[in-house]
């Protein structure tokens, strides 16, 4: 395994926590005001589904790569899906330290 496919895997699970974290704590921020219910449920839902699409498409990418030659367009493909990576777990600490803020901080759920 190669240093950018152990990277890749790292950052691939860890975003697919953080989302799973934000719809969890969506979700639970209902608990201090009914306030927006459904959007919170809805989003909460959403948030949930992307952590979970994280995790089945790092999970894919893991099995196909040892199955593909080494060449230009692999390392390319490797290369993108660790900038994306990158980014979606950058997104994903974003919106969860907004989300803590919300919810702990203020004592208001997150949409409401």
């Known amino acids: 395994m190669t240093k950018f496919v152990q990277v890749y895997k790292y950052i691939g699970f860890l975003s697919a ?11 639970g921020s209902i ?12 989003m909460g839902v959403i ?3 992307v952590g979970y699409y994280l995790y089945a498409k790092t999970q894919s990418v893991l099995k196909l790569l040892p199955n593909v030659q080494q060449s230009k ?23 969860l330290s907004g989300a ?7 004592q208001l759920p997150i949409f409401g």
Request: proline share 0%.
């Open 17 to 27: 926590t953080v989302f799973t974290i934000l719809g969890l704590i969506t979700l």
């Open 31 to 42: 608990l201090h005001n009914t306030i927006g219910f459904y959007l919170n449920v809805i």
């Open 47 to 49: 948030f949930g589904a």
């Open 73 to 95: 367009v692999y390392n390319r493909f490797l290369l993108l899906e660790l900038v994306f990576s990158i980014t979606t777990l950058f997104v994903g600490i974003l919106l």
């Open 100 to 106: 803590i803020s919300r919810v702990f901080g203020e």
